[in-house]
């Protein structure tokens, strides 16, 4: 990149980060724990927010934004599932910027416990934008191979947690769970994984406790 | 994006285009034929040319250049192969780009036939980069959905052929082929369609004979 594109490329981050900062204020006035979902297209974001939304359907109130670069298919699957749910669609930008969901946040209702926030599906980009989230999660599916946190470090690097998805393919693949946790930990000492199947339901219950407490320490100033 | 940042963008894609121009015009003297895969992270491109590799190895010489933004990882595998590969790794930046391409050019052997790139894991920005091939593939793994084409389109407009990938997880999964087939050729009508499981060896005849075809038409002047 030539100094130019770097000044500007630097200068767009330096307004998305005050940007991400007063979202984060203002939903953390508001009680809401905001979730970022960051993955390789196609590795299960809309089908594992589609089991939290049933999970979570007695105890806690949902909103869904959610980033494509074309479609509102996500937003209508979630909303099927009676969550309200808004769609932004980038019209070609790679990842989600924090004042597109400033953008959006007047028309979430003021009664939701979460907003989960489920960027484009790229495993680099959106890396690099902080959408002011409290809890950023990786997904790695099982198909895509154990060997990618070392392949797209920024991703795992920036990530609280990792989600390990579509582990009800893991007889018909040689992905090693154990060693996708290990790689994403030398990248990221301590980070905590989960292994999850969202289609058989499978792995859930640590996942809503981590975002459970995650809630709780937010609401009880503790984050 | 501001009208400055656009700019610049516009400005880079420019020069994009002229590198890839020169890189195109410099193949087609020496008689190579470069093909730009583009997918989604664990698509499985890397697979696909080792299995490319073992069905060429007779009649044809590789090359491989791979785009990862960290690991020599990828280029370790095709070498194992036999087959000499060049590793470029972007260090963060999320495609390939025509002047890291012209970079290696000189390196790469005058006597081969084909020079694969396997370009970063990335089913949005690689789209926008020319790197002066003439056969564009599009990978999409069936893990990952037959819904993406009309969510990703710039990758599936600028393809000129897709290449259904890991067809043999398709007992287990929800993806319809012929779904993916149709979306994608109302976004490019007419594109061929290849399913392969690479690692079954299965379906690689008709693509391994497209990309003979393409090489014959490039050497006889008709591409």
Redesign the interface.
């Known amino acids: 990149m030539t100094v130019?594109?770097l000044t500007?490329v630097r200068d767009?981050l330096a307004t998305n980060r005050q940007a991400a900062a007063a979202i984060r204020e203002e939903l953390r006035g508001r009680g809401i724990l905001a979730v970022n979902l960051l993955s390789?297209?196609?590795s299960g974001k809309t089908t594992l927010l589609e089991a939290l939304a049933d999970r979570f359907r007695d105890r806690y109130r949902l909103a869904v934004i959610e980033g494509?670069?074309?479609?509102e298919?996500d937003a209508e699957r979630v909303r099927a599932k009676g969550v309200p749910a808004w769609q932004i669609t980038t019209g070609?930008a790679?990842h989600l910027e924090a004042k597109m969901i400033g953008q959006v946040l007047d028309r979430i209702p003021a009664d939701i416990d979460f907003l989960f926030i489920e960027n484009?599906?790229?495993?680099?980009?959106p890396a690099s934008y902080d959408l002011g989230e409290q809890v950023r999660l990786v997904l790695l599916?099982s198909?895509?191979?154990d060997?990618?946190p070392?392949?797209?470090?920024?991703a795992f690097l920036s990530a609280d947690a990792l989600v390990l998805t579509?582990t009800?393919?893991l007889p018909?693949?040689p992905f090693d769970p154990a060693r996708a946790a290990a790689e994403a930990r030398t990248i990221k000492p301590g980070l905590p994984v989960f292994a999850v199947s969202a289609l058989r339901g499978e792995g859930l219950d640590e996942l809503v406790a981590y975002l459970a407490g995650a809630l709780e320490r937010l609401r009880s100033g503790r984050a």
């Open positions: 130019k594109t500007v767009l390789s297209p196609g494509d670069i074309e479609t298919r070609g790679c484009v599906g790229n495993l680099v980009c599916s198909p895509e191979g060997d990618k070392a392949k797209y470090p920024q579509k009800d393919l018909y693949l």
